[in-house]
């Protein structure tokens, strides 16, 4: 089956940094990517799409410019969380579109 | 009312066991219909992935769709411990930019018993 990784897998950091996360299909081509959020206990919520080489579409509720999406390759999408806030702290994970909706492992991201 | 609901359980059994786990949702734009199993602090993977209505069988797992009553299930034969996860419904709507955009149901934790 398709592959998609995550890096970090865990991250902690101090409030007001950014954190940068990659997402890579392994052994497939993505012109599409997405990034999702999930709270504890809670389902995944859709942030925004990541498009190779255009801009990323944001879900109503998500500020564009503090979760920066970059979308350089057809095989990466970044995920930058830019001055991260406690509140900021959750599971995040891309997927990749293929036959189907490939998720990677996703990156627990903690903000102190 | 969310799109798509899913009971979150959880749902307890003994292993041996058929589960059965349904969604129900409201768009009737969805097309796409999916079910994915999430073990703690992991990604979703993708279990079944079905278009338009219908039944699809991949050993264990029977997924059916009935867009009529907007129902889908998911069966689980001969249930076993490594089964124990969250499972997730999840659904898009076919074509244009909406395509691959999925919208979730809550889950439902199983977990099966020896």
């Known amino acids: 089956g398709a592959v998609v990784s995550q890096h970090p897998s865990w991250v902690i950091c101090k409030s007001g940094t950014s954190v940068k996360i990659e997402c890579r299909s392994l052994d497939f081509q993505a012109t599409t990517m997405f990034w999702y959020r999930q709270f504890p206990k809670q389902s995944l919520m859709l942030m925004a799409t990541s498009n190779e080489g255009s801009k990323a579409t944001y879900e109503q509720g998500v500020e564009k410019d503090k979760f920066l999406i970059n979308h350089a390759s057809l095989t990466l999408s970044t995920l930058t969380v830019t001055s991260a806030h406690p509140e900021d702290s959750s599971f995040y994970i891309c997927s990749a579109r293929g036959q189907g909706q490939f998720f990677g492992p996703g990156t627990r991201l903690t903000v102190l | 009312q969310k799109e798509v609901e899913q009971d979150p359980g959880p749902l307890s059994v003994p292993e041996g066991a058929i589960v059965s786990l349904n969604c129900t949702y409201s768009?009737?734009?969805?097309?796409?219909f999916m079910w994915y199993r999430q073990y703690s602090r992991k990604g979703p993977e993708l279990l079944m992935y079905t278009y338009s209505s219908g039944n699809k069988e991949d050993g264990r797992f029977t997924a059916q769709v009935d867009k009529s009553s907007k129902y889908i299930s998911l069966f689980i034969r001969d249930s076993q411990p490594s089964d124990s996860a969250t499972y997730l419904c999840?659904?898009?709507?076919?074509?244009?930019?909406?395509?691959?955009?999925?919208?979730f149901g809550q889950g439902t934790i199983l977990t099966v018993h020896p």
């Open positions: 768009n009737s734009a969805f097309q796409y």
């Open positions: 999840a659904m898009s709507v076919a074509g244009g930019t909406s395509y691959g955009k999925l919208t």
